[in-house]
């Protein structure tokens, strides 16, 4: 674990691999911690890949920053944190608030991104019902602790059925949330009802899209990520069987086989597509597991717990 100071905050991160493997940037959501990414890492790094796993300002290790933390600071965070190491040009992912840390991420910085990986996340703006709820969470949060509201959503981070079926891992997702500091979880809040629209950003990525999605993710379901898949028509939708909001987390072995996959057939050459070869490869990436994706842009939705 190392850490350094960007942006006036102090980020602990991790960066494991050889230092010449193709950078892959890794961002936890909310509530957790770079620890969420474990299996990946393991995964990536025995393959010859460089990960680097940051801990957001206000989670983990990292300083706790009160008051608004915008998905812009976070993105900014790990352009400091990238200019520290000395990368250029990295691979981005993220899950749920970090998927959308990434969109944020190619939507300010999108010469450093080689390919992008969106885990169980939404690119629409927030709601007036969602501002509202995530600001009243946050409120909440302050005033009672993680405790609480880990209880609630823990059958919700994970399909209901694993929380029983994998007790090791619902421990694990529960004690990241529960460690997690209130200041830094509601700044992030705050910041998260404040956010925009991704569409038009991720209509214009050129470099490779893999996105992912668990079969029961309660928050961000498979047709919010078909709706994803029809704004990039390049992009490679993979459906995470047996899993819920977190399928890195719930089904390790599966989500690291879509990620190496795409990673050692897309995202290592990290060659912008041709207009001929985006049009041709549109047909075959809308028939994933799901079908043909759907023509209309992103349904999403808001969370009924500030999650999506």
Known sequence: MSRVT????????????PADGVPVVLVHGHPFNRSLWAPQAEALTGAGYRVITPDLRGYGESQVVP???????????????????????????????GGQIAMEFQRSYAP?????????????????????FRNSLADRLLAEGMDGYADEVIDKMLAAYNVTAMPDVAARVLTMMRTTAPEGAAA??????ERPDYRDTLAAVQTPVLIVV???DAYTPVSDAEGM?????????????GAGHLPGAE?????????????EEQAVQAIPLPEPARAARAGRARQGPTGPGPAGPAGGRPDAHGNA
């Open 67 to 97: 008051g608004t933390t915008l998905l812009s600071d976070f993105a900014d965070d790990i352009a400091g944190l990238l200019d520290h190491l000395g990368l250029r040009r990295v691979v981005v992912g993220g899950v749920s608030m």
């Open 188 to 193: 992030a809040l705050r910041g998260r009802a």
């Open 112 to 132: 450093r991104v080689r390919a992008l990986v969106l885990s169980d996340t939404s690119p629409l703006a927030e709601t007036e019902e969602g501002k509202a």
């Open 214 to 216: 668990g079969t029961d």
């Open 251 to 263: 089904q390790p072995a599966r989500f690291n086989a879509a990620l190496l996959a795409f990673l």
């Open 6 to 17: 960007v942006n006036g905050a102090v980020i602990h991160y991790s960066d494991q691999g």
């Open 229 to 241: 898949l029809a704004l990039v028509p390049h992009a490679t939708l993979t459906v995470i069987e």
